[in-house]
């Protein structure tokens, strides 16, 4: 099929309520141009604004982006910094539309411990946005997968200790409620940029049954086409979560 013939098959009253994104390929993207990988970043934002307008725009309800994890943090400094920073940019200048469009913003990891400015911008963000109805917006900042369940299962052994959880009742619907992702659903499709074929800690418990789309496409030339075929081809999967069809 021809790029652009994917929109015209998509099935528009059968969205994927929630779709999941590893947006991965910056570093690369910028290399072949021969430019800093920090440019990679700054067109990564780009293509992300273009995302989050074409995902509400089409009635996808929740919308997780990988944005930055606890690995990268091994990262040179520079680059760091840089992602940091941006994220404050891309606060300052997303958050007017962002709310025009009623869309929530949520995170997901320990934002906490980010530099103070990038804190400040987030906590703004939230607050702003926090009656919002329409798309929620989840980004996933020092977020990493393993240490989110780590996270829910000491909750479980201090309430344990406390007598205030009995082991035999701990189950799927308890760990999930001990989630960064508590209040939302699980994604129904998880698209990775730059062909890479893993999950990199995003996400683990919640994409257990998410259909995968990858993309040898790099995040910054992500657009409105590559989505479509991602949804395109979300639609034609039979999703039968371990049963028979
Ligand atoms: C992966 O590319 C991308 C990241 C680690 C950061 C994602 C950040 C953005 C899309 C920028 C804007 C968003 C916010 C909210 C700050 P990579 O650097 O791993 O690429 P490579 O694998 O080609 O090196």
Redesign the pocket.
């Known amino acids: 099929m021809d790029k652009t013939d994917y929109e015209k098959s998509v099935n528009f009253s059968k969205i994927p309520r929630h779709i999941a994104i590893?947006?991965?390929?910056?570093?690369?993207?910028?290399?072949r141009k021969f430019m800093p990988?920090t440019m990679?970043?700054?067109a990564?934002?780009e293509?992300?604004h273009r995302t989050v307008e074409t995902c509400a725009r089409i009635k996808v309800a929740f919308l997780s982006?990988?944005?930055?994890?606890t690995e990268?943090w091994k990262?040179p400094p520079e680059?760091v910094n840089y992602?940091?920073q941006?994220?404050v940019?891309?606060?300052d200048k997303e958050i007017d539309e962002l709310h025009r469009n009623n869309i929530k913003i949520m995170i997901t990891g320990d934002y906490a411990a980010l530099p103070v400015q990038c804190v400040k911008g987030v906590e703004k963000a939230l607050d702003r946005t926090k009656n919002n109805t329409g798309m929620i917006l989840n980004?996933a900042?020092n977020y990493g997968s393993r240490r989110e369940i780590v996270r829910a299962v000491r909750i479980i052994a201090e309430k344990s200790l406390n007598n205030e959880i009995n082991p035999a009742d701990i189950d799927e619907d308890l760990i999930g409620s001990l989630l960064y992702t508590q209040n939302i659903p699980d994604p129904d499709l998880l698209i990775r940029?730059?062909g890479?074929m893993r999950i990199s800690n995003f996400m683990l418990w919640q994409v257990a049954y998410t259909e995968l789309f990858v993309t040898p496409v790099?995040?910054?030339d992500f657009d409105r086409s590559i989505l479509m075929q991602a949804i395109w081809n979300y639609q034609q999967r039979e999703r039968r979560f371990g049963g028979l069809k």
Do not use: Q
């Not at 590893?22 to 993207?29: A, E, F, L, P, S």
């Not at 982006?65 to 994890?69: E, G, L």
């Open positions: 590893i947006m991965d390929g910056n570093g690369r993207w910028a290399n990988r990679g970043h700054k990564g934002m293509a992300l982006v990988y944005a930055f994890s990268n990262r680059e992602l940091m941006l994220l940019e891309y606060i980004i900042l940029t730059a890479e790099m995040w910054p």
